[in-house]
Nanobody, 128 residues
Framework: QVQLVESGGGLVQAGGSLRLSCAAS????????MGWFRQALGKEREFVAAISRSGGATYYADSVKGRFTISRDNAKNTVYLQMNSLKPEDTAVYYCAANRDTSLTGSYYITPPEYDYWGQGTQVTVSS
């Protein structure tokens, strides 16, 4: 069982930056591939970014590529999402998720059903 707690959301003007954190419980964080998703009001949950369990591989949605950076610190059981050049369309509840990755070389995952555990979400609001 993994418990995930997001933090770092808030209100920011367009063009600004925020860094989201997701702290995981337990001693096996390094066995999990991690991802960030977001859900805007009235829309489906969408993929934002993913990272392999070692941090050696990352993947981004086209809409955030070049603006967002996912990273992790396995010693701190934490995954981060650095968000720069924020736009009003980035407004959403952001969720982190964990996949119990048993692949040989470590992978990342980009669809919600592939994830086993979810945080409660943190609101990000970008004003124009």
């Amino acid at each position: 069982q993994v418990q995930l707690v997001e933090s770092g959301g808030g209100l920011v003007q367009a063009g600004g930056s925020l860094r989201l954190s997701c702290a995981a419980s337990g001693r096996t964080f390094s066995r999990y591939a991690m991802g960030w998703f977001r859900q805007a009001l009235g829309k489906e949950r969408e993929f934002v970014a993913a990272i392999s369990r070692s941090g050696g591989a990352t993947y981004y949605a086209d809409s955030v590529k070049g603006r967002f950076t996912i990273s992790r610190d396995n010693a701190k059981n934490t995954v981060y999402l650095q968000m720069n050049s924020l736009k009003p369309e980035d407004t959403a509840v952001y969720y982190c998720a964990a996949n119990r990755d048993t692949s040989l070389t470590g992978s990342y995952y980009i669809t919600p059903p592939e994830y086993d555990y979810w945080g409660q979400g943190t609101q990000v609001t970008v004003s124009s």
